[in-house]
């Protein structure tokens, strides 16, 4: 132990300090929304940093007494809270924002994206789109995502460079791909890409078998055993839309998609589902009783008019969902201060009572609940000792938000993107007072503008 004296002009202050607690970022004041088993809200509160981790979270007066830090964030008057997690996205597709919209499903993927992604989609297309979504995600307050794309090892390359956090799952289907013309080829590209990055701090690669309408049977069982052999995550698209369970039903003697999945031994710990809308109890309970993540994407689905998946029921089982964005192509931004709020409402709208998926419930499933749905609720989610520290940092004084009664209710259904000043993610300083800076937005915007001549060329031959 050592005696620390400072002064501050006729002010002396003695403090009994261990030196290994000086850290290397301390945030001081605001509101922390801890989002831990107790869901604790701390005013006037802090949270010290060390390296990649949280060594303390509490009131203001004892962190500052206990830490030292080479860098100090004054965030009076705000939120702190945990790192938004995104999911659910395709991330380069946000150079397809806006391409084709107001129609259904099938006839937007068959008639307008897969072309575009035919006559587009390559690596230098893709790196410049994961720019631009990640540029977007941190500046709205999202510090996690999880992808299904092409070039997936370009997708991971970008976001370790951006320092964003990302399970990123290379995406394979029966058809040719802008990356592989094979299935089998898919897998071979699979396999490099995830013993490539397994093991990094910030990316976490995945196998993504797109959906069960456009991979086969023996293909997705092949994806399954691909994941279990690595040890790596498995995404898919599962239960979206009418048009999937009635393909699933013809195929394969009247079974709905979940009920196939299962049959087929699909599913294993590892698993995450986007959307799940064609979902009865039944077919809930077999996705608990494997302990799959669902990614609930209710702006995209409201959209493209696909159905309104079930999260009231999954919540009262106590399931793993997170919100999801979606692609910018279906959505058509990747904020997910509008998911929560849309997720809130839309649920209340549709059961008809208002109780129905409150505010801290919504805000639950952007962090600590969709933490669980991408089965790292150990490490992301939460402001708790020992976890890894990616954390928003969010005005509360601005008009839309004015005044303040309740944190959670101001969180979800007044707070917009802009309201985000400063994001942390790995213990790294990634955004500060709404300036990126492991991005150039100038450059972003540039290149993403350049891609949209290219890509209105292109349809119109």
């Known amino acids: 132990m050592s005696v620390v004296v400072l002064s501050l002009g006729s002010f002396a ?21 801890t ?106 307050g999202t510090t996690t995502y999880c992808d299904m794309y092409y070039f997936e090892d370009a997708i991971a390359d970008e976001t370790k460079k951006a320092g964003m956090r990302g399970l990123l799952g290379e995406t394979i289907l029966d058809f040719p791909t802008p990356d592989s013309k094979t299935f089998d080829a898919g897998l071979e590209y699979t396999e490099r890409f995830i013993k490539k990055w397994q093991g990094d701090p910030l990316v976490t690669p995945a196998i993504a078998p797109h959906a069960p309408y456009t991979v086969s049977e023996d293909n997705l069982t092949r994806a399954r055993a691909m994941s279990d052999r690595l040890k790596a995550p498995l995404v898919i698209h599962l239960a979206e839309a009418n048009t999937e369970t009635e393909f699933i039903q ?10 196939f999945m299962e049959k087929i031994a699909f599913f294993n710990d590892r698993t995450i589902a986007a959307h799940v809308i064609q979902a009865n109890e039944k077919e809930l309970d077999i996705l608990k ?36 964005t979606d692609g910018a192509a279906s959505n058509n931004d990747l904020s997910m201060w509008e998911e929560m709020d849309t997720a809130a409402k839309l649920h209340k709208l549709n059961s008809g009572d208002p109780k129905t998926l409150s505010a801290m419930q919504a805000f639950e499933m952007a962090t600590i609940r969709g933490a669980r749905a991408l089965h790292m609720a150990d490490k992301i989610g939460s402001l708790e000792v020992g976890k890894l520290a990616d954390i928003a940092i969010v005005d509360l004084d601005s ?7 309740n944190i959670y209710s101001h969180l979800v259904y007044a707070t917009k993107s802009t309201d985000v000043r400063t994001v942390i ?32 060329e292109s349809l119109a031959k």
Do not use: C
């Not at 492991?438 to 540039?446: D, F, H, P």
């Open 13 to 33: 202050q003695r403090l009994t300090v261990n030196a290994s607690q000086t850290i290397d970022i301390l945030i001081v004041g605001g509101t922390v929304v």
């Open 35 to 140: 989002m831990d088993k107790d869901r604790r809200v701390i005013e006037n509160g802090a949270v010290a940093i060390k390296g990649d981790k949280i060594v303390a979270v509490g009131s203001r007066a004892d962190i500052a007494k206990a830490y030292r830090a080479k860098q100090t964030i004054n965030a009076a008057g705000k939120a702190v809270i945990p790192g938004l997690i995104n999911t659910h996205t395709h991330v380069p597709m946000s150079l397809f924002r806006g391409i084709a919209d107001d129609m259904d499903l099938q006839e937007w993927l068959t008639k307008f994206i897969f072309p575009a992604e035919g006559k587009n989609v390559n690596e230098a297309f893709v790196r410049a789109g994961t720019r631009l979504g990640l540029a977007e995600m941190i500046k709205g």
């Open 250 to 259: 013809q195929k394969h003697a009247g079974m709905r998609p979940i009920e």
């Open 289 to 324: 009783r494997h302990n799959v993540g669902i990614a609930h994407n209710p702006q995209s689905n409201m959209k493209l008019a696909a159905g309104v998946a079930p999260v009231p029921m999954m919540l009262a089982k106590d399931m793993a969902v997170g919100l999801g």
């Open 399 to 405: 008009l839309h938000q004015t005044p303040l009664y």
């Open 425 to 456: 993610i790995h213990g790294r300083v990634v955004m500060l007072n709404r300036r990126l800076l492991t991005l150039n937005e100038s450059a972003i915007k540039i290149d993403a503008n350049a891609y949209r001549r290219k890509i209105i």
